[in-house]
């Protein structure tokens, strides 16, 4: 269900999620660079975000991590007491995002299969659309895999249509069509709310949208899935890496952004390249055993306050030397930002300008056991870019944790 915005837009809603957050339509260009779109014109036409499924080994404790590290409230649940008897899984929500982390109960539970051979991860990414059925012909006759037909889940709250599509590894695109549904989050799960309380003073939320989520493919399959996108989801090409631009004196990898047309939906689709050493993508596909979704973009209004919230929390963030910022050319590239330098300094954020605006951007370390899933934290100021001044000196940051893992 979406709502019209803005009538000098007149090709701009915003989804119900957006709009039960309390966000407007110019928060959202702002957060994740939203443009105007004429859903009618496309095939597969995607309205946004629906929710990111993950994988995870331990459910009630991921939950319990992502309300006080993350500040996300818990909204919705499925398990033994709802008469799911295969595993639970919690809905969390922060903004106009929704994390469903899922974990096994029985012993044959195929979730353990995956996490024994992944760990924890997203299994599902998927996407809200207004007419299933149009993007899985439009799919099918793209060559896609259908890995779930067309089919009307119901209960007291209403009926939700799904299907789904099958993307990189063992990722999906589950496609839903909520219509007038008024349930917490899909037929089977139940409203619940968390009984964690925040500390005095911590912020409503530390996050409002979901910016993009990148993938890592084997070597020779971005451009496969490039074209999947192009072919299969209408999507369109928003940026290429490659050769200099995103790689160190050690690694290297190449990477194209894919977008659906109103921007809500991006993805950088990363493969590795040929270098002295291990890059961040052949950790993470032998650490995740394949391809998989590698980090999530995580959109604020106030990064500053969101990192020290964090922080507090026990998250752990990449390191950025001294010397970035000491850097006389980057000082001059980036101009004024809206906090000193020795403020971004100070939190170890980087600061990446453009043709458009710029952008402030950090990143947690690993959130699991594995080397594998991380989040990123953005906040957009005009640039529509995915900080590629700040290439090097992530990947150095990476290289520097990979290093200490014994995994360069």
Not at 166 to 187: F, K, M, N, S
Not at 245 to 251: E, H, K, L, Q, V
Not at 380 to 398: M, Q, V, W
Request: proline residues 4%; glycine residues 10%.
């Amino acid at each position: 269900m979406t709502t019209q915005a803005d009538s000098s837009a007149e090709h701009i809603s915003l989804t119900e999620q957006e709009t039960e957050a309390g966000l407007d339509l110019q928060q959202l260009q702002q957060l994740v660079g939203l443009v105007d779109y004429d859903e009618a014109k496309d095939p597969f036409p995607v309205t946004g975000w629906d929710a990111i499924v993950f994988v995870v080994g331990n459910a009630t404790q991921a939950a319990h991590y992502y309300q006080t590290a993350f500040g996300m409230e818990l909204v919705a649940y499925s398990g033994p007491e709802t008469g799911n008897r295969d595993h639970k899984a919690f809905v969390l929500k922060s903004g106009s995002i929704k994390f469903v982390l899922k974990g096994g109960v029985t012993p044959d539970s195929a979730l353990h299969d995956h996490h024994r051979r992944h760990g924890d991860g997203v299994v599902d990414i998927s996407l809200e659309v207004p007419d299933v059925d149009k993007c899985v012909e439009q799919a099918r006759r793209a060559g896609a895999t259908v890995v779930q037909e067309p089919t009307d889940v119901s209960d007291e709250h209403g009926t939700v249509r799904i299907a789904a599509i099958a993307a990189y590894g063992e990722t999906r695109h589950t496609l839903v069509q909520r219509g007038d549904y008024a349930g917490p989050y899909l037929p089977g799960y139940v409203a619940r709310t968390g009984t964690y309380v925040k500390r005095d003073g911590s912020p409503k939320r530390m996050f409002q949208a979901l910016d993009h989520i990148v993938g890592n493919v084997e070597l020779g399959k971005m451009d496969e899935w490039v074209s999947f996108y192009n072919k299969v989801m209408g999507f369109v090409n928003m940026a290429e890496f490659i050769g200099d631009d995103i790689a160190t004196d050690y690694s290297a990898l190449m990477s194209k952004v894919v977008a659906n047309g109103n921007h809500r939906v991006k993805f950088p689709l990363n493969e590795p390249a040929i270098a002295k050493k291990k890059s961040q993508i052949d950790e993470y596909l032998e650490f995740y055993d394949g391809p998989g979704a590698q980090h999530l973009a995580l959109a604020t209004n106030d990064i500053l306050a969101t990192v020290d919230a964090m922080r507090a929390e026990g998250v752990e963030f990449l390191d950025t030397p001294d010397s970035y910022y000491e850097d006389d050319e980057l000082r001059a590239r980036i101009g004024n930002v809206r906090a000193p330098i020795e403020e971004l300094q100070s939190r170890g954020i980087l600061v990446d300008r453009d043709e458009d605006g710029y952008l402030l951007q950090i990143f947690t370390k690993p959130v699991g056991d594995r080397p594998t899933v991380f989040f990123e934290l953005i906040e957009r100021h005009g640039s529509l870019g995915f900080g590629k001044g700040n290439f090097k000196a992530l990947f150095e940051a990476i290289e520097r944790e990979q290093d200490r893992r014994g995994n360069l």
